[in-house]
RNA sequence: GGUCCAUUCGUCUAUCGGUUAGGACGCCAGAUUUUCAUUCUGGAAAGAGGGGUUCGAUUCCCCUAUGGACUACCA
């Protein structure tokens, strides 16, 4: 391999909300740009007028931006390459396609889309290509006159690249190693219409990459069939390659096919990093952020589908994954999305979160219901309640009753722990509360369960009914945590509720 | 239809010719617990099929099957 310095471009197109798919290819190329010690470039593909839809571009920044999936140059931070947005660079691409016409690798075409329409479901299989070129109308097929008059009178064509047929075209891929295709069955590919005067996708990509010095190109396996074509373009202009690496596609978790935003809508679960409405029809679908990820979690669960660092290890930090990334470890098998583990992940990198990080995410949510608490009460509960939840706004359905006294009381629970002796026990209960000074979880235990002794009451029984009284149901942390946090008044308070309360 | 790519538990995957085929998610069971969770322990669960090569194939080769991607003046 050549001593080239590591460089690597995400290149989407501004057609809508970035997919999960499009963020791990990014992922891939930060951890392999930074393992490196390379450039990451940020590259926006917006050669198609017609699919351009505003906000996609500022969408997908601030989606990268929230994962830490940081860029050297690009769209929104500049660079020796600028501009990189490729509306903007049409003189650039308008040089090289007259250097591919002039060196004859290329040729003008006039026939129309609706014309080649025709064309196509008229003959089976048609392609344009060495075995039909010189029936259709361009400059290979026609007279130069006519085609320099065609031109003057501003008829639109296109430039095609002119392929020589049956060659075996190689294109070594890091992830799947040499895959041939023969040249025959490529097409001879448009790029470039004269009515926008934009190239297409491969002619712009090619000329960028190489402009842009850039030394490998990670994208989806949807381009590997693309790939021999870009290899000729490359050997047309006679350009060192970049290296390829053609990553595996994120597919559907359940039946087959490629993950798209229908499964997510369908199955519930986010396919967007962040919410994206769109803009033509006004439809919002959910993002990862929006719904309670931590940016760490999602790195880590995308990092882990397509590759694997060898071992057991699962949990990295973006750090850690920087160090132990690598090309060849990436599997060739497209991933079924398994939404569930993302969930796992998330749980995980809550545990790893202090109490004063949760509480400040909490607190909105906590505002949401109307609560207002003050952050120390909050950062004792979210500490008792962080390991039981996988996402921070579950902590309010584990942990309301912190705030809010119990307005009803779980019947089966009423049913199976509220005995006949119960309301007198609480009662008694309450007497015994209101003696203790210092209502400390440790104390309060021990006093409890002193009366408890003394009486020679049966502990679970007392327990479950003062868990009930408290919380309304049976759930929670250890009930002394519990009175601890919300007072001694409040407690006593809650006590004599349920005692008039249940039957 | 054609071309290319792929194929290990339900899912993500480990294995670079010799393993009781390992781990994780999920699932089930048990333990712990004043409840619910958590946690811990255990369990069920896999090499698509057929041919080769080899002393020996999950691993290498071929065929078949299945899945996927691509096949635009979209990326």
Known sequence: ???????????????????????????????????HGGDMILRIEDTDSQRFVPGAEEYIIESLNWLGIKFDEGVGIGGPGAPYRQSERRDIYKKYVQQLLDGGRAYIAFDTPEELDAKRSDVANFQYDASTRMEMRNSLSMPKEEVDALIAAGKQYVVRFKIEPNEDVVVNDLIRGEVVINSSILDDKVLYKSADELPTYHLANIVDDHLMDISHVIRGEEWLPSAPLHVLL??????????????????????NGKLSKRDGDRLGFPVFPLEWKDPKTGDVSSGYRESGYLPEAVINFLALLGWNPGNDQEIMSMDELIQLFSLDRCSKSGAKFDYEKGKWFNHKYIQQKSNAELAAMFMPVLKEHGVEADAEKVEAIVGLMKERVNFVKELWDQSSFFFIAP????????????????????????????????????????????????????????????????VGESKGPHMFDITALIGKEDTIARLRKAVATIK
Not at 236 to 251: D, G, I, K, Y
Not at 439 to 444: D, E, L
């Open 407 to 470: 307005e009803q009381y779980d019947e089966k629970t009423a049913k199976k722990r509220w005995k006949a002796e119960s309301p007198e026990q609480m009662t008694e209960l309450c007497e015994v509360l209101s003696g203790i000074e210092d209502f400390s979880a440790a104390n309060t235990e021990e006093i409890v369960k002193e009366w408890i002794a003394a009486k020679e009451y049966h502990l679970g029984n007392i327990m479950n009914a003062f868990r009930l009284a408290v």
């Open 234 to 255: 490359y050997r047309a202009f006679e350009w060192e390659a970049p290296r390829f690496a053609h990553l595996p596609l994120l597919l559907k978790p359940d039946g």
């Open 1 to 35: 391999m050549s001593a080239r310095k590591v460089r690597v471009r995400f290149a989407p197109s501004p057609t809508g909300a970035l997919h999960i798919g499009g963020v791990r290819t990014a992922l891939y190329n930060y951890l392999f740009a930074k393992q």
